[in-house]
């Protein structure tokens, strides 16, 4: 049930981009994404819901692709505060969120 | 607006002891999440509870683990006679709505000594 999020691990230099997917094998009613940084709680970035869509803030921006059950995050022209760990939650019609094993994401100078 | 609230953010407990976390969710919410975090690890689900009911458990262990969201006052997440091996972060969630965004609170961290 728990959705399965690549690569494990990502380094930048800043200014360059980055994509982390998430993807599940149950038929999904929403994605959402969070960054946790080292001993605080995650912070929300977005959600997703289902009928396929994309959004984005800034310069992070995600898509939901309903029929592959799939999600990805874009970041670009990452900046040194979107280092941190980034998790994808994935939500059934059973209400209950998933999260993902995590990425972790380091920007460097 | 105050967001999720979880106290205490520290608990120290003996083995055998009994260890309460609360968690108050955000004004107007009544879906809770309950998360379990070891160190450099990922968020485990332990528990979905809407007001009064519990929706799904199914990642809560089924002996000394139990949680309660009632209809006045915070979710509670209560173990039992706890082991070192229950040390980590617990996290609890809230969201408005099934599939709207869900806000963290803090954590409790619990060490058990």
């Known amino acids: 049930q728990q959705p399965v999020q690549s690569p494990q691990a990502v380094i930048l230099r800043e200014g360059e981009d980055a994509v982390i997917n998430c993807s599940s094998s149950?038929?999904?009613?929403?994605v959402h994404w969070y960054r946790q940084k080292h001993g605080e709680a995650p912070v929300f970035l977005m959600i997703?819901?289902?009928?396929?869509e994309q959004k984005g803030h800034d310069k992070i921006s995600a898509s939901f692709n309903e029929k592959k059950q799939q999600s990805s995050l874009y970041l670009t022209a990452s900046q040194l505060s979107y280092s941190g760990t980034y998790f994808c939650?994935?939500?059934?019609?059973?209400?209950?969120?998933?999260f993902g094993a995590g990425t972790r994401l380091t920007v460097k100078p | 607006n105050a967001g999720v609230m979880q106290n205490p953010r520290h608990l120290v407990r003996r083995r055998g002891q009994e260890a309460r976390l609360r968690c108050s969710p955000m004004?107007?919410?009544?879906?809770v999440y309950w998360y379990r975090q070891l160190p450099e690890e990922g968020l485990k689900f332990m528990v979905y509870?809407?007001?009064?009911?519990?929706?799904?458990e199914s990642g809560m262990p089924k002996e000394r683990f139990s949680a309660e969201f009632p209809k006045e006052g915070p979710s509670i997440l209560r173990i039992q006679q706890v082991v070192r091996g229950d040390s980590a972060a617990y996290f609890c969630?809230?969201?408005?709505?099934?599939?709207?965004?869900?806000?963290f609170g803090q954590g409790t961290r619990l060490t058990v000594v």
């Open positions: 969630a809230s969201s408005r709505t099934q599939g709207g965004e869900a806000f």
């Open positions: 149950k038929a999904l009613y929403s």
């Open positions: 997703l819901l289902k009928g396929g």
């Open positions: 939650g994935t939500e059934t019609n059973n209400n209950d969120m998933r």
């Open positions: 004004k107007g919410h009544s879906h």
């Open positions: 509870l809407q007001k009064e009911n519990i929706i799904d």
